[in-house]
């Protein structure tokens, strides 16, 4: 059975850094792009990153790029968000998804709440 | 890399049927046949409920059906059900990324 477990959410001032993780079990993980997306307290869904399954490609959202680093162990099944430079706006629940065939998300975590707030 | 556009809101009887569009260009629903649906109820990741514009994941019942027309992609949920009230979110291909649109809240009346 598939399994994504996202970890490292908390609280961190305007302007500082957070590691996000996303532990993926159940499937092959070096045969899928993952991706991370974001919903905000009350609001829609985002698309923020991207990585293909070697990490060979990466692509992010024009609200994050420069700030945001995506990146993946395919030896250790994890997939990572470094994020620098917080900014309240990116206050949300992060969540990693798994990319089948390119065009869909099939698997989600659970979720990991990122708070911006002095 | 602007939002798909979606109702805020939709509503419909019990055993009746419901649409929800998702409007974007030519850049992202119009120019691909990657188009998909999600469904959210509260608290909850959310569900994969139809790919490649009108493809259904197994599981998922066939009272739901998605389509698409130039720029313009829909769900269509048939013979509602109470469970089925939740946030519907649509999702494209946009060349190197992705956009989702805004969400639609569907109530079972």
């Known amino acids: 059975e598939v399994h994504l477990v996202e970890s490292g959410g908390g609280l961190v001032q305007p302007g500082g850094s957070l590691r996000l993780s996303c532990a993926a079990s159940?499937?092959?993980?070096?045969?899928?792009?993952m991706h991370w997306v974001r919903q905000a307290p009350g609001k829609g869904l985002e698309y923020v990153s991207a990585?293909?399954?070697?990490?060979?490609?990466?692509y992010y959202a024009n609200s994050v790029k420069g700030r945001f680093t995506i990146s993946r162990d395919n030896s250790k099944n994890m997939l990572y968000l470094q994020m620098g430079s917080l900014r309240a706006e990116d206050m949300a629940v992060y969540y990693c998804?798994?990319?089948?065939?390119?065009?869909?998300?099939?698997?989600w975590g659970q979720g990991t709440l990122v708070t911006v707030s002095s | 890399q602007s939002a798909l556009t979606q109702p805020r809101s939709v509503s419909g009887s019990p055993g009746q049927s419901v649409t929800i569009s998702c409007t974007g260009t030519?850049?992202?629903?119009?120019?691909?046949?990657?188009v998909s649906w999600y469904q959210q109820h509260p608290g909850k990741a959310p569900k994969l409920m139809i790919y490649?514009?009108?493809e259904r994941p197994s599981g998922v019942p066939d009272r739901f059906s998605g389509s698409k027309s130039g720029n313009t992609a829909s769900l269509t949920i048939s013979g509602l059900q109470a469970e089925d009230e939740a946030d519907y979110y649509c999702?494209?291909?946009?060349?190197?990324?992705?956009?989702f649109g805004g969400g639609t809240k569907l109530t079972v009346l």
């Open positions: 998804a798994r990319v089948a065939h390119g065009s869909k998300y099939d698997y």
């Open positions: 159940g499937f092959t993980f070096y045969s899928y792009a």
């Open positions: 990585i293909s399954s070697n990490g060979g490609s990466t």
């Open positions: 030519s850049s992202d629903v119009g120019g691909y046949n990657y």
């Open positions: 490649d514009v009108s």
């Open positions: 999702c494209s291909y946009a060349g190197s990324h992705w956009v």
